[in-house]
């Protein structure tokens, strides 16, 4: 019998008990169930959690996600591989959210929107006019200060319940009788998760990927781009961060991005050189546009998106022109007048998949739909989506998918949620 395996080398707690547990030698908070292990057999993990949803990826769709499947009851975890929430909202410097309106009212509310209503309001910002149509589609992002932001997430999460791990990310993942044994890495940490519910919301669909499900990529995808300012000090939420397009910027793996940040850097560097201009703000890493998409039970094409079509499973809606950018910049193509795109549950769900959805920028999508469904407030409903979903298949012992569409529905709306009306239900 391994040390892991033996109750007596091992200290089972819950998460009041161990935080500023010295004896134990952890400070973690947690609502799951731990067991830290005393071993020192280095082929086991240092930690073991059980938890009824495991969220990947704590950015733009990850955190709402989190938060919904928290206050749905379920004991969450979120696994972030960076140090803070809200991902290329925060760490990739995008703190302009939109759109959560659509032809003079608002489409997208729920979880999403409280967090920025809430950061705009503590930062005394201003909202955009929701009723009045906008000559350009900009015009109505909401600008957040991308460190406040972070912070109130965080909080969010605290309240829902929702433990929160920094720096480590999914190694393998295997199903077992209940769900999902995950094997996470970090740095000096080795954690091992058993889980009735994955959401995957690390934007490339990377635990699908691992899960060995199929995941569609372009050849050429669309540059990322590198946030920062030169000679002006940012002000968060006011100022337009400027940004240098990464062609080739490709988010697979550490090595890549490790290129592409390298990249935008020099590029960076180049350019302060040569306007002779100081640099004002620089942001961590670079925002990826385009990558991994997951095969889902269900393809939103680019006619579906521009027809405004009405899915039976609708969770959201989505609204914001088709914006490819390419080497020449981009071209956004604006909606037809009245034209509200839906997002259906079986978009979100890999196909032939039990037991895992993703929502964000993965969502299963054609090219040109994904470049509209890929912002902000989309993928901040298709997170409150996900955690309703993964949190009622947990509380019942069924999928997703075979979680009544009603009692979907019936969660996002005590959550606020603004869903499409639809037949089936
Ligand atoms: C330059 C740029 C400009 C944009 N402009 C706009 C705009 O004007 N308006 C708008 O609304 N949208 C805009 N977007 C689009 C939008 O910001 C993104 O598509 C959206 O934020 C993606 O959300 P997500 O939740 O899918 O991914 P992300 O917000 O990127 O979150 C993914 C998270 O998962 C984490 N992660 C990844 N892999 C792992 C792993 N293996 N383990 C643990 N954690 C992991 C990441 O660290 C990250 O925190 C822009 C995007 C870019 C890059």
Request: proline fraction near 4%; hydrophobic fraction near 40%.
């Amino acid at each position: 019998m391994t040390k892991k395996d033996n109750p007596t080398d091992r200290r089972d707690f819950l998460q009041q008990s161990i935080l500023g547990s010295a004896g134990a030698g952890l400070v973690i908070a947690s609502t799951s169930h731990v067991a830290a292990a005393a071993s020192t057999d280095s082929s086991e993990p240092e930690l073991i959690n059980e938890v009824d949803v495991l969220v990947v990826g704590g950015g733009t769709a990850g955190t709402i996600a989190a938060i919904q499947a928290g206050r749905a009851g379920a004991n969450t975890l979120l696994l972030e591989r960076n140090a803070q929430l809200g991902g290329t909202m925060t760490t990739g410097g995008v703190a302009f959210p939109g759109l959560f309106d659509a032809w003079g009212q608002q489409v997208i509310a729920g979880i999403g929107w409280e967090l920025v209503k809430e950061c705009v309001e503590l930062d005394g910002g201003e909202f955009p006019n929701f009723a009045k149509v906008p000559q350009r589609h900009w015009h109505n992002q909401v600008h957040i200060n991308q460190f406040l932001y972070a912070l109130l997430a965080e909080e969010k999460c605290e309240q829902a319940g929702v433990e929160i791990a920094y720096y480590e990310f999914p190694q393998s993942v295997e199903k077992t009788d209940t769900g999902w044994q995950v094997e996470c890495a970090g740095f000096g940490t080795r954690r091992r998760i058993l889980c009735k519910q994955i959401i995957d919301c690390t934007g490339g669909a990377e635990v699908v990927g691992l899960m060995g499900l199929d995941r569609l990529r372009e050849d050429e995808r669309q540059p990322g781009s590198f946030l920062f300012k030169m000679d002006t000090a940012h002000n968060p939420a006011e100022n337009q961060l400027h940004r240098l397009y990464v062609h080739g910027a490709d988010s697979t793996n550490s090595r890549t991005v490790t290129k592409a940040n390298l990249t935008g850097r020099k590029a960076i560097l180049a350019k302060v050189r040569n306007a002779k201009q100081r640099l004002m703000h620089l942001q961590p890493e670079t925002g990826f546009r385009e990558s991994y998409r997951i095969v889902g039970e269900i393809m939103i094409t680019v006619n579906d998106y521009t027809s405004g079509r009405v899915f039976d499973d609708a969770v959201a809606y989505a609204f914001y022109p088709v914006d490819l950018h390419t080497k020449s910049g981009v071209k956004p193509k604006p909606l037809k007048p009245g034209t509200v795109p839906t997002i259906p549950l079986r978009a979100l769900v890999p196909k032939g998949s039990q037991n895992v959805i993703v929502a964000g920028r993965c969502v299963c999508s054609d090219r040109l739909a994904n470049s509209g469904l890929r912002v902000q407030a989309s993928c901040m409903a298709m997170g409150q989506a996900a955690g309703a979903a993964a949190a009622l298949a947990a509380k019942t012992g069924s999928t997703p998918l075979q979680v009544p569409l009603a009692s979907i529905h019936g969660v996002l709306r005590e959550n606020a949620a603004i869903i499409p009306e639809t037949s089936a239900v």
